[in-house]
Antibody, heavy 126, light 106 residues
Framework: EVLLVESGGGLVQPGRSLRLSCAAS????????MHWVRQAPGKGLEWVSG????????AYADSVKGRFIISRDNAQNSLNLQMNSLRVEDTAFYFC???????????????????WGQGTLVTVSS | DIQMTQSPSTLSASVGDRVTITCRAS??????LAWYQQKPGKAPRLLIY???GLESGVPSRFGGSGSETDFTLTISSLQPDDFATYYC?????????FGQGTKLEI
């Protein structure tokens, strides 16, 4: 079974850091892109960050650039998102998502999101 | 960034109806458009890619069309399982951007 399972969400104070992880199983990430997409409670979808798995190229939404860092662990087949200087407006469900376009340069092109994790909730509040 | 605008924001319909949701891009995106379905408390699900390509496992009552700036998602005969929120997304260029969503209600 193809699965993406996120972990690491929780309650954190503004200005603090949190690290999300995503474990992939049932498939190898090969040369696809992997992404984080978030959704504030009751709101729409917002792409946050992506990484081209083979090349390591990364991309970020302007709203998180300079604060969030996406990374991959080939050996563990896992994806990470280091979130620093968190703000109240970062409160959201964070979904780990697999892209479907082979060798996509995530910093130039978009991607189609074909496999989604169940999401992990990050709450930023004092 | 490319802005994606969906209409309507909410759509009321009945089982068996044919419904259409519209998505407009702020500039041409060729056919680089996807549609997703999301049910409450669940992750989104890919329905359509490249404007009209049906994702594996998606019922044939779902159809997509359009190019450049104007796109539509059509459900030919609504089933009870189809009541959900639908999002369009452009992947022509970085950054990926989504429409604001269309909630399909009974």
């Amino acid at each position: 079974e193809v699965l993406l399972v996120e972990s690491g969400g929780g309650l954190v104070q503004p200005g603090r850091s949190l690290r999300l992880s995503c474990a992939a199983s049932g498939f190898t990430l090969g040369d696809y892109g992997m992404h984080w997409v978030r959704q504030a409670p009751g709101k729409g979808l917002e792409w946050v960050s992506g990484i081209s798995w083979k090349s390591g190229r990364t991309a970020y939404a302007d709203s998180v650039k300079g604060r969030f860092i996406i990374s991959r662990d080939n050996a563990q087949n896992s994806l990470n998102l280091q979130m620093n200087s968190l703000r109240v407006e970062d409160t959201a469900f964070y979904f780990c998502v697999k892209g479907s376009i082979v060798a996509v340069p995530v910093d130039i092109r978009g991607d189609v999101f074909d496999i989604w994790g169940q999401g992990t909730l990050v709450t930023v509040s004092s | 960034d490319i802005q994606m605008t969906q209409s309507p924001s909410t759509l009321s319909a009945s089982v068996g109806d044919r419904v259409t949701i519209t998505c407009r891009a702020s500039q041409s995106i060729s056919s680089w458009l996807a549609w997703y379905q999301q049910k409450p408390g669940k992750a989104p699900r890919l329905l359509i890619y490249k404007a009209s390509g049906l994702e594996s496992g998606v019922p044939s009552r779902f159809g997509g069309s359009g190019s450049e700036t104007d796109f539509t998602l059509t459900i030919s005969s609504l089933q009870p399982d189809d009541f959900a929120t639908y999002y369009c997304q452009q992947y022509y260029t970085y950054p990926n951007t989504f429409g604001q969503g269309t909630k399909l209600e009974i």
